[in-house]
């Protein structure tokens, strides 16, 4: 739990300088976060004056109830790695807190019921963040996956399905579009997914 002297204590950081800091993502930005991937996090509009510092540790959570859902470092604004999620043409603005991600949990949130969180950026005691990340245990294995959008398409010639489909994808998304994705070498496993959750796509089972 964050007192007066843990947000001291974690303004100042780590015996290497390192500062460990809790942030507190949006509702509206964790869906986008969760349907597309992005290599940061960008965050606008913070005017504190103290807030984190380069190369500092962040805790990502949302709200209601608690929930860390990722990882990451600080790192300089600058060329844009990814487009915004909610407006692809938006310039940085001044006050942007950009965070390069370095573990993602956000299909598994861990609970952070006993964080007391001060507002959007939150100094934290490091004996408090690693006590949350730890939480999230080891990373699991990586392996491969076959994802596939299938949408049956009118169109006189392939280049125009082609193109047709993409102005599809680029219309509906995955807010919309079941995506299916299997274990590679596994397709009898295979699952829809919508709004970056399970589905089920049988009228059948439904009924």
Same mark, same amino acid.
């Given at each position: 739990m964050? &007192?007066? &002297?843990?947000?001291?204590a974690g303004a100042a950081g780590n015996a290497d300088g390192v500062g460990t800091w809790a942030v507190l993502l949006p509702?509206?930005?964790?869906?986008?976060?969760?349907?597309?991937?992005?290599?940061?996090?960008?965050?606008?509009?913070? &005017?504190?004056?103290? =807030?984190?510092?380069?190369?500092?540790?962040?805790?990502?959570?949302?709200?209601?109830?608690?929930?860390?859902?990722?990882?990451?470092?600080?790192?300089?604004?600058?060329? =844009?790695?990814?487009? +915004?999620?909610?407006?692809?043409?938006?310039?940085? $603005?001044?006050?942007?807190l950009v965070?390069?991600? &370095?573990? =993602?949990?956000?299909?598994?949130?861990?609970?952070?019921?006993?964080?007391t969180l001060d507002g959007p950026?939150?100094?934290?005691?490091?004996a408090a963040f690693r006590a949350l990340t730890d939480q999230l245990g080891p990373p699991p294995a990586r392996r491969t996956w076959l994802v596939s959008l299938d949408l049956p398409i009118e169109a006189d010639t392939p280049a125009e399905a082609v193109r047709l489909f993409w102005s599809y994808v680029q219309e509906l998304g995955p807010r919309e579009l079941p995506a299916f994705v299997s274990p590679a070498g596994d397709e009898l496993a295979m699952q829809a997914f919508v709004l970056g $959750?399970?589905?089920?796509? +049988?009228?059948?089972?439904d009924d």
């Open positions: 964050t &007192t007066e &002297t843990a947000y001291r509702a509206e930005r964790y869906d986008a976060e969760r349907l597309v991937h992005h290599d940061t996090l960008e965050l606008t509009g913070l &005017t504190d004056a103290v =807030r984190p510092g380069l190369g500092d540790q962040v805790a990502v959570l949302v709200d209601a109830p608690p929930r860390l859902v990722a990882l990451g470092r600080v790192t300089a604004p600058g060329q =844009r790695h990814r487009e +915004d999620p909610d407006d692809p043409q938006s310039p940085s $603005e001044p006050g942007t965070v390069a991600y &370095t573990r =993602r949990a956000f299909d598994e949130p861990v609970p952070a019921d006993l964080l950026v939150t100094a934290l005691e490091p $959750e399970q589905a089920n796509q +049988d009228p059948e089972e």
